[in-house]
């Protein structure tokens, strides 16, 4: 018996950028994700200013999905996708993102796509922005630095929430807003298109990018209400519960910072107000940010209707010895090992538990219906003598996930909307650029170097998620 909703949304999450290719194709204008380098399991991709000849750029033509979507929709529908998770790339509606009128060759693609899915029964999953803004924005306006950015997304949102009113209903308005909280080189660039430079201060800059990116989202949320009141908008959170590495209070207040640090972007777009210890924070610091009486009026109005997240590890923390009375360490905080979890090939810890931890958690402090729009294992594959990839353990590490889920559901009486595996078919990874760390149920034909034939064939686990799905995840 199945211990899921009827109409549970079961599906499989993409981004264009890391799948489309067609990078200069339709009238596509170039995006940040177009001037990241392939990197790999010890070396970061390296963000080039433009393109420079000679430099391998994988998501120019990542897996061709824009030359193979009738194809590959049929191998979705195949698969038995009740929804299909990917993106809207920002540079084929708005090349430059500062036009007036947008590209109808770029609406043109995604009107096709959506059409070819719904008459599969696949309901599309849109995020408005993953990692994927116009690159000239960058150059000409320093990315979200600018408070012009909120004019330009809302005009982008604007244009396809229109156009397709009827055709998608669930939406997403950033992706892992909160990746930049860590602030990274890559999370600042990828969520915020900034590049930081020698006389700025990373952390306030990023609260500023962060900030308008919510008012942006905030104003999309309440606009696609007035477009279409049937209209399911969400924000999206990158989830990684962090523990404390013992049991000394210290160490939880710690965990319980870093969570704060971690999500107060989530606070902003379900509750509608920063929380009251990073109000704090920013008089304490003396942080001089640009957040009007009008930000946070749209705030307010502006709240999620579900929360959309990725879920793939969990982490651990600790007090150090000098640790500040806020126990903020920003850009700093000691990853330590979890003597508990085994880790992916990349490092990652796999803690199927923490899966149920995070969506109580989101439960409890928001109320609000959840979605797993990510979660899966990136992991090398290999073709057995059979010639077929047998992914037994992409298979354990879903399943596992897929368990903890339906505790949640059945036991917990967790609101949830779907689950969709991140990579469902194998792209580029956003993290290192790579081929060779693949997701997929379905496997491409195509390496780190860039070479192979595009083909595309179903793994083991194709066939595993194709009874989950038939059985409403009572079958795994
Ligand atoms: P990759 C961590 C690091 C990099 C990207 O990641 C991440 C995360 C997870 O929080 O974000 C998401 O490809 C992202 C996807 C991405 C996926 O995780 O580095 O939304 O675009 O591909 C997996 O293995």
Known sequence: MSKL???????????????????????????????MTAGSNTQAREITDGLVPGKNYPNHEAIDFYDHFHED???????????????????????NGD??????????????????????????VITLSHFEMPYHLVKEYGGWRNREMIRFFVKFARVVLERYRNKVKYWMTFNEINNQTGLNEWGLFTNSGIKITADEDAEKLMYQAAHYETVASALVVKMGHEINPEFKIGCMMAMGPTYPATPAPQDVMKAERTMQAGYWLADIQCKGKYPNWLKRYFERHHFALDITEADLNILAVGTVDYIG?????????????????????????????NPALERSDWGWEIDPVGLRYALNWFSDRYDLPLFIVEN??????????????????????????????????DVDGVQLMGYTPWGFIDLVSAGTGQMDKRYGLIYVDKNDA??????????LSFDWFKKVIATNGADL
Request: glycine share 12%.
């Open 450 to 459: 860039g070479v192979g034939t595009l083909k595309r064939e179903k793994k």
């Open 99 to 124: 036009e007036n009128e947008p590209n109808e060759a770029g609406l043109k693609f995604y009107d096709d796509l959506f059409d070819d899915l719904l008459a599969h029964g696949i309901e599309p």
């Open 5 to 35: 909703p009827n109409g549970f949304l079961w599906g499989g999450a993409v981004a264009a950028h890391q799948f489309e290719g067609g990078w200069n194709k339709g009238g596509k204008g170039l995006s940040i994700a177009d001037v």
């Open 309 to 337: 997240f990725s879920y793939y590890a969990s982490h651990v923390t600790k007090t150090t010895d000098n640790e500040p009375d806020d126990y903020m360490t920003p850009g700093q905080n000691p990853e330590v090992k």
């Open 73 to 95: 929709v049929q191998l979705f529908a195949d698969l038995g996708l009740k929804c299909f998770r990917t993106s809207i790339a920002w540079t084929r509606i708005f090349p």
């Open 376 to 409: 899966g294992l990136g992991a090398f594959d290999e073709k057995d003598a059979d010639g077929k990839i047998h992914d037994d353990y992409r298979i354990d590490y879903l399943r596992k996930h897929i368990e903890q889920m339906e505790l949640a559901v």
